[in-house]
C-alpha cells in the first residue's frame, strides 16, 4: 500500500463528494506542530471522512486521536479509511454529536474543524479535558476569505455564519483565560493557550 496514493485518493473522494477537508497549508501546519511539540494525545472535534485524524496518527505510532462525527453517512467513511490505513489502535471514532461526547480524557491538543457556528461552545464544553500546558487549535477562521469581507457575501444564512465566525475570533481576542495567536495559513487557524 502507497500512503501517498491512499492519502490521494481520500482527497479526490473528499473533492468529489464536497467534503470540506483541511486544506494543504493548513494541514501541514497542524501536522508540523504536533511533531514539533511532541503532542501524543489528541481530540479531533469534526472528523468528517477521517483524513486529519489519519494524517495526525500516520506521524507517529504513540499518537492517540479520538475523533467526532455525528454525520453518519462521513462516520462510515471514515470507518473504511482507518482500516485501509491499519490504525484502529490509534483512532478512536465516536459516532455522535460532540454536545452528547462526555470524557474525562485529558489531552495535549484539541483540535475543532466541526460546525462553524458552534465554536464558542466547543471550545468552552472541551477545555477541561485539555491538558494544563495544552494547546487548542482552530480551523477555518478565515473561511474562504468570506471572515474579513462580510459584505460581499449575498446570502443571508453564509452571512450569519461568517457573523458567528467572527463572533468567535472575538471571544478568542477577549478571553482572558487563553491567549490565542492567529495564523493567515490555509483558511485560517487559531493556536490558544492558557495565560
Not at 473533492?15 to 508540523?32: A, C, Q, S, Y
Not at 471514532?93 to 454536545?99: C, E, K, N, P, V
Amino acid at each position: 500500500m502507497s500512503i501517498e496514493n491512499e492519502l490521494k485518493k481520500i482527497e479526490e473522494y473528499a473533492k468529489e463528494n464536497h467534503v470540506p477537508i483541511m486544506e494543504k497549508e493548513g494541514i501541514t501546519f497542524l501536522t508540523d506542530y504536533i511533531q514539533k511539540h511532541s503532542i501524543k494525545t489528541i481530540l479531533e472535534i469534526g472528523s468528517a471522512i477521517g483524513y486529519s485524524a489519519i494524517k495526525m496518527a500516520l506521524l507517529d505510532p504513540e499518537i492517540q486521536v479520538v475523533t467526532i462525527e455525528r454525520d453518519e453517512e462521513r462516520y462510515k467513511e471514515a470507518l473504511k479509511n482507518r482500516k485501509i490505513f491499519h490504525l484502529e489502535k490509534q483512532i478512536t471514532l465516536l459516532y455522535q454529536d460532540a454536545f452528547d461526547v462526555e470524557l474525562n480524557d485529558q489531552f495535549d491538543l484539541i483540535f475543532i474543524d466541526a460546525a462553524k457556528s458552534q465554536y464558542v461552545k466547543f471550545f468552552e464544553k472541551f477545555k477541561k479535558n485539555l491538558k494544563k500546558d495544552g494547546v487548542i487549535i482552530s480551523d477555518n477562521l478565515n473561511f474562504h476569505g468570506y471572515t474579513h469581507q462580510k459584505e460581499r457575501i449575498q446570502s443571508k444564512n453564509l452571512r450569519q455564519l461568517v457573523g458567528k465566525i467572527r463572533n468567535y475570533i472575538q471571544f478568542l481576542e477577549e478571553n482572558e483565560e487563553f491567549e490565542t495567536t492567529f495564523f493567515d495559513i490555509g483558511d485560517g487557524i487559531g493556536v490558544s493557550k492558557r495565560r
